[in-house]
């Protein structure tokens, strides 16, 4: 690519606006955390309402840009078939040589009133006029070409030497040599690209009535809104609508608190209701946007377009990085909160100032507070997903050698999604749904029951967790063999490619969080001496701790080997040779994990609510620590087992379909 001295500078400037821009998103919220409780600034307020309010503009720009290209290209075509009517039934007219082609001018003016303009910020578009070796021309009369000086002498293409034909400046297409009955094509637009494939690709080499002519503007011009052939993953835009409404429905009870409970309005600032209104709309707009236009890619305004996308990945990790904070603090007062019911003469006072009594009413009865554990995790997922179909519509502005939807050469087909081969490893994965989700209830009723055998009920159930590890463990390394041994390994295409890289994200969260509980349970395991920060459990207690640990380190097993078995089965395909002998080697074990990913998706998000799982790591790091730990963490362990998930789906899915181009192999 060509680049200039001015899109070099702004380049630099849109960089440097990202980065000033995230480092006030981290900055704010934690001055606001580290404040007294209540006594807030209005500055944070209205830090978000710019961020959201500017990524409404954004969001509303851009999808008036898609509707107008999308109703001038309507326009367009429409035309184009008029002018290719006209030109097939009254106004061609083949002379002597084969080169010279006239058409009725009126209609060439119509149809190329609306053709695409030069973008002056896109210098490595495709350029016409940059090889006159065997062009097709375009003619007027001949008259005006002679008294023009543009007609010159090339070869005739049918056989006679020295032809004159009419070669324009700027509007010429490059023909194939190889091709010599092709007939003269309108090109219309300062930017003409190369001849359809598909019209190469036609037996008879037909005029444009064909329904495979490429007589239309995008078979030359570059478009300035193109829909790409390689968009977002279904289920990842599903999640994203999922934890969207996670998140509207946490706004919505937010708001309602504050004017339901007239007395909550002395604890927040005039800023807060617009604030969170700005929020749900802006979540609302950005999820319909990234759901419909995830296949756009923008050949127009560029510089504006690639501030807007910085823009919305900026404002997605600000939203992630805001709700972490605020779930940080809410522990925190929670905590002492608690300490404070419990030792009323105690110094909490220091920290909560004088807004305790409005942290009293917001923890004791705000639904908001009850509800936060279940969708903080909401917050921070969407924010990770939609930073990521951000950045992926943002690295595809300006390509001009996207593959337009609907124009693959060769095609897979429709979707194959029957459950053949996968009987087994269904039922398998409801039998570790079962044995995943039942634990899970269980530990949830003997929190809430004060129970005499609670201890010896938790060790059973951690057993049984570790069991499951170990045995979806097996699974991943057993799918990594098969897949290895049968399946054929293939290029990886970029959505594969996106897929896996946005999984490492959630792996890393699953790794850190799991060692830092092994770590724990392990360096007090082995050290015999009486430590201060190791408490001294005995009995059922202790063997917790203990499986507790253990199970730490089987879910890093896990995680590990089964990003293993995505990243291997992603690229490969079935053979045809199994086809033909009817065998699918590992889709039985794909649809097993993808089973026991969606129960441990559920059960990550309950995990913060396990209270033996939180009193050791709460005496070794800390409290405030600890919950630093847990809230930026867990979260990402929740995105590892749905994108796990979606990843599995896409195995199960086009692992074991054949592509056409191989099965006409």
Same mark, same amino acid.
Request: with cysteine.
């Given at each position: 690519?060509?680049?200039?001295?001015?899109?070099?500078?702004?380049?630099?400037?849109?960089?440097?606006?990202?980065?000033?821009?995230?480092?006030?998103?981290?900055?704010?919220?934690?001055?606001?955390?580290?404040?007294?409780?209540?006594?807030?600034?209005?500055?944070?307020?209205?830090?978000?309402?710019?961020?959201?309010?500017?990524?409404?503009?954004?969001?509303?720009?851009?999808?008036?840009?898609?509707?107008?290209?999308?109703?001038?290209?309507?326009?367009?075509? +429409?035309?184009?078939?008029?002018?290719?009517?006209?030109?097939?039934?009254?106004?061609? *007219?083949?002379?002597?040589?084969?080169?010279?082609?006239?058409?009725?001018?009126?209609?060439?003016?119509?149809?190329?009133?609306?053709?695409?303009?030069?973008?002056?910020?896109?210098?490595?578009?495709?350029?016409?006029?940059?090889?006159?070796?065997?062009?097709?021309?375009?003619?007027?009369?001949?008259?005006?070409?002679?008294?023009?000086?543009?007609?010159?002498?090339?070869?005739?293409?049918?056989?006679?030497?020295? *032809?004159?034909?009419?070669?324009?400046?700027?509007?010429?297409?490059?023909?194939?040599?190889?091709?010599?009955?092709?007939?003269?094509?309108?090109?219309?637009?300062?930017?003409?690209?190369?001849?359809?494939?598909?019209?190469?690709?036609?037996?008879?080499?037909?005029?444009?009535?064909?329904?495979?002519?490429?007589?239309?503007?995008?078979?030359?011009?570059?478009?300035?809104?193109? +829909? *790409?052939?390689?968009?977002?993953?279904?289920?990842?835009?599903?999640?994203?609508?999922?934890?969207?409404?996670?998140?509207?429905?946490?706004?919505?009870?937010?708001?309602?608190?504050?004017?339901?409970?007239?007395?909550?309005?002395?604890?927040?600032?005039?800023?807060?209701?617009?604030?969170?209104?700005?929020?749900?709309?802006?979540?609302?707009?950005?999820?319909?946007?990234?759901?419909?236009?995830?296949?756009?890619?923008?050949?127009?305004?560029?510089?504006?377009?690639?501030?807007?996308?910085?823009?919305?990945?900026?404002?997605?990790?600000?939203?992630?990085?805001?709700?972490?904070?605020?779930?940080?603090?809410?522990?925190?007062?929670?905590?002492?909160?608690?300490?404070?019911?419990?030792?009323?003469?105690?110094?909490?006072?220091?920290?909560?100032?004088?807004?305790?009594?409005?942290?009293?009413?917001? $923890?004791?009865?705000?639904?908001?507070?009850?509800?936060?554990?279940?969708?903080?995790?909401?917050?921070?997922?969407?924010?990770?997903?939609?930073?990521?179909?951000?950045?992926?519509?943002?690295?595809?502005?300006?390509?001009?050698?996207?593959?337009?939807?609907?124009?693959?050469?060769?095609?897979?087909?429709?979707?194959?999604?029957?459950?053949?081969?996968?009987?087994?490893?269904?039922?398998?994965?409801?039998?570790?749904?079962?044995?995943?989700?039942?634990?899970?209830?269980?530990?949830?009723?003997?929190?809430?029951?004060?129970?005499?055998?609670?201890?010896?009920?938790?060790?059973?159930?951690?057993?049984?967790?570790?069991?499951?590890?170990?045995?979806?463990?097996?699974?991943?390394?057993?799918?990594?063999?098969?897949?290895?041994?049968?399946?054929?390994?293939?290029?990886?295409?970029?959505?594969?490619?996106?897929?896996?890289?946005? $999984?490492?994200?959630?792996?890393?969260?699953?790794?850190?969080?799991?060692?830092?509980?092994?770590?724990?349970?392990?360096?007090?395991?082995?050290?015999?001496?009486?430590?201060?920060?190791?408490?001294?459990?005995?009995?059922?207690?202790?063997?917790?701790?203990?499986?507790?640990?253990?199970?730490?380190?089987?879910?890093?097993?896990?995680?590990?080997?089964?990003?293993?078995?995505?990243?291997?089965?992603?690229?490969?395909?079935?053979?045809?040779?199994?086809?033909?002998?009817?065998?699918?080697?590992?889709?039985?074990?794909?649809?097993?994990?993808?089973?026991?990913?969606?129960?441990?998706?559920?059960?990550?998000?309950?995990?913060?609510?396990?209270?033996?799982?939180?009193?050791?790591?709460?005496?070794?790091?800390?409290?405030?620590?600890?919950?630093?730990?847990?809230?930026?963490?867990?979260?990402?362990?929740?995105?590892?087992?749905?994108?796990?998930?979606?990843?599995?789906?896409?195995?199960?899915?086009?692992?074991?379909?054949?592509?056409?181009?191989?099965?006409?192999?």
């Amino acid at each position: 690519h060509r680049a200039s001295t001015c899109s070099s500078i702004l380049q630099s400037l849109l960089t440097l606006y990202g980065l000033v821009v995230l480092m006030h998103g981290v900055v704010i919220p934690i001055s606001d955390a580290l404040a007294k409780p209540v006594e807030h600034a209005a500055y944070r307020q209205m830090f978000y309402i710019f961020m959201h309010g500017v990524g409404i503009i954004c969001i509303i720009y851009l999808n008036s840009l898609i509707s107008l290209h999308q109703r001038r290209a309507k326009k367009r075509a +429409q035309r184009f078939a008029t002018a290719a009517a006209a030109f097939s039934s009254e106004g061609l *007219s083949v002379g002597h040589s084969p080169q010279t082609v006239e058409i009725p001018m009126a209609h060439l003016q119509e149809a190329a009133a609306d053709a695409p303009e030069t973008d002056p910020v896109s210098p490595d578009l495709p350029h016409n006029g940059a090889d006159h070796q065997g062009t097709v021309p375009l003619a007027t009369t001949e008259a005006d070409a002679a008294d023009e000086g543009l007609l010159s002498t090339a070869p005739d293409i049918g056989g006679a030497a020295g *032809s004159q034909i009419y070669r324009p400046r700027r509007r010429m297409l490059k023909r194939n040599p190889l091709v010599t009955d092709l007939p003269p094509v309108l090109v219309s637009g300062r930017r003409a690209g190369q001849v359809d494939e598909r019209y190469l690709a036609s037996p008879d080499g037909e005029g444009p009535d064909t329904p495979e002519s490429p007589f239309t503007p995008s078979a030359f011009t570059v478009n300035p809104i193109t +829909q *790409s052939e390689t968009g977002i993953n279904l289920y990842l835009r599903l999640g994203a609508i999922v934890f969207g409404f996670g998140v509207m429905i946490h706004d919505g009870f937010k708001i309602s608190e504050v004017i339901e409970r007239k007395g909550l309005a002395a604890c927040h600032d005039m800023w807060f209701i617009p604030k969170q209104v700005v929020h749900l709309v802006f979540i609302m707009a950005q999820t319909y946007y990234l759901f419909k236009h995830h296949r756009i890619t923008f050949n127009t305004q560029l510089l504006l377009t690639r501030f807007m996308m910085v823009h919305l990945i900026v404002t997605n990790l600000c939203i992630w990085v805001k709700t972490v904070i605020y779930e940080i603090k809410v522990g925190l007062t929670a905590d002492s909160h608690n300490a404070l019911k419990s030792h009323p003469d105690g110094g909490v006072e220091n920290y909560t100032g004088n807004g305790t009594d409005c942290h009293e009413n917001l $923890l004791d009865n705000g639904p908001s507070h009850k509800l936060g554990p279940y969708l903080y995790p909401c917050a921070v997922e969407y924010g990770l997903i939609c930073a990521a179909i951000c950045f992926k519509v943002f690295s595809k502005i300006g390509d001009t050698k996207v593959t337009p939807y609907g124009r693959k050469m060769y095609p897979e087909g429709p979707r194959f999604t029957a459950c053949h081969k996968s009987h087994k490893g269904l039922f398998l994965g409801l039998l570790i749904m079962i044995c995943v989700l039942v634990p899970m209830i269980s530990l949830q009723m003997l929190n809430s029951d004060k129970n005499p055998h609670q201890n010896i009920y938790t060790l059973v159930i951690v057993s049984i967790e570790c069991l499951v590890l170990l045995f979806t463990s097996a699974m991943s390394v057993t799918g990594i063999v098969k897949t290895v041994r049968h399946l054929r390994l293939y290029r990886v295409r970029g959505n594969e490619a996106f897929d896996v890289n946005l $999984l490492f994200v959630g792996l890393a969260g699953i790794l850190c969080f799991n060692l830092f509980v092994a770590i724990s349970v392990g360096s007090c395991a082995v050290d015999s001496s009486d430590i201060s920060h190791c408490p001294t459990w005995i009995g059922h207690k202790n063997i917790i701790t203990k499986a507790a640990g253990l199970k730490s380190v089987l879910e890093v097993v896990q995680s590990i080997s089964q990003t293993l078995f995505i990243m291997q089965a992603i690229q490969r395909r079935i053979t045809l040779e199994l086809v033909e002998n009817n065998h699918k080697p590992g889709r039985g074990l794909t649809i097993g994990l993808l089973i026991a990913n969606l129960a441990m998706w559920i059960e990550a998000v309950f995990e913060a609510k396990r209270t033996f799982a939180e009193d050791f790591p709460n005496g070794y790091f800390g409290k405030m620590a600890w919950s630093i730990v847990k809230y930026i963490f867990l979260p990402l362990i929740i995105f590892f087992r749905f994108h796990s998930s979606v990843c599995l789906s896409e195995i199960w899915i086009r692992s074991y379909k054949m592509p056409k181009k191989r099965a006409a192999e």
